[in-house]
């Protein structure tokens, strides 16, 4: 039987009396590629943040490995959070920094590593992503895709056993967001590690996703959980159906 990586359980979201979501339940289990998905304004980035610790639920909890998050003390909270990464839009690197000193800042503050040391891990890591040789860049000087990459690299700095990733394909092209989707693929098999994936690119959750979660804004709940195929398959609901055909329905 598989433990549940991540578990959420009776969920609520709102910024004061503002409700943004009710009621989410789901389980993200070891090795996934889990996509939060749902239109516009449904609240996907706000679970994200709720996820790793940034905003504290109005009801509700997440459990790591059936570890309480928000019942645990800070000490155990910051521990939870050392076993995660997190890669931004925009991939959030310093631009006055080089590629290989935007891998060092998270070991320099959370390990005991010497400067030989960090230096050889930001470059294992940055290999780890296709990016060897770039150590000495800047951030100015590659491309988004490659800046995606980078950003990709720092999150993984400190060997997390989950990644988070929001919104990860804005603003690339086609073929640099085909090629993130396949590191992505890749980062899973190699290392075991479980990805959860905020993202409402349909290429992207057909490619990755082997489970999933589905919110809607108008009833601002949780519509379906589980494989993004599967759901296309076999819901009969039509907000899933709009969104995962395009509003074009099934054939």
């Known amino acids: 039987m598989i433990t549940p990586h991540i578990t959420v359980t009776d969920l609520t979201m709102a910024y004061g009396d503002f409700l943004i979501q009710r009621d989410l339940n789901f389980t993200i289990d070891r090795g996934d590629v889990f996509i939060i998905m ?19 639920p109005a009801r509700g909890d ?5 570890q309480s998050f928000w019942h645990a003390d800070e000490k155990e909270r910051v521990k939870m959070m050392r076993r995660i990464g997190v890669l931004y839009q925009s991939g959030a690197l310093f631009s006055s920094l080089t590629l290989a000193e935007n891998m ?8 005991d590593f010497s400067r ?3 230096a050889d891990i930001a470059s294992y890591k940055l290999a780890l992503v296709g990016l060897a040789g770039f150590e000495d860049y ?6 988004g895709g490659m800046q995606k990459r980078a950003g990709l690299a720092r999150a993984m700095a400190l060997d997390p056993e989950i990644l988070f990733f929001d919104e990860p394909s804005a603003g ?8 993130l989707d396949d590191l992505i693929i890749s980062l899973r098999d190699t290392l075991g590690t ?10 992207s959750i057909f490619a990755i996703g082997n489970n999933s979660v589905f919110l809607d804004s108008e009833s601002k709940t949780m519509l379906a959980t589980g494989s993004p195929k599967k759901l296309l398959a076999e819901s009969t609901d ?14």
Request: aromatic share 8%; glycine share 12%.
């Open 116 to 118: 030989g040391e960090i």
């Open 138 to 143: 800047y951030p100015s000087e590659i491309s």
């Open 238 to 251: 039509y907000k899933i159906i709009q969104f995962l055909t395009r509003g074009e329905g099934h054939a």
């Open 62 to 66: 997440v459990f790591y490995k059936q």
């Open 172 to 179: 690339l092209d086609p073929v640099s967001a085909r090629l």
């Open 104 to 111: 060092a800042l998270p070991l320099g503050e959370f390990t």
């Open 194 to 203: 479980t990805i959860v994936v905020v993202t409402h690119e349909l290429a």
């Open 38 to 56: 749902g239109g516009s304004g449904c609240g996907k980035s706000t679970l994200l943040r709720h996820l790793i610790g940034l905003q504290r």
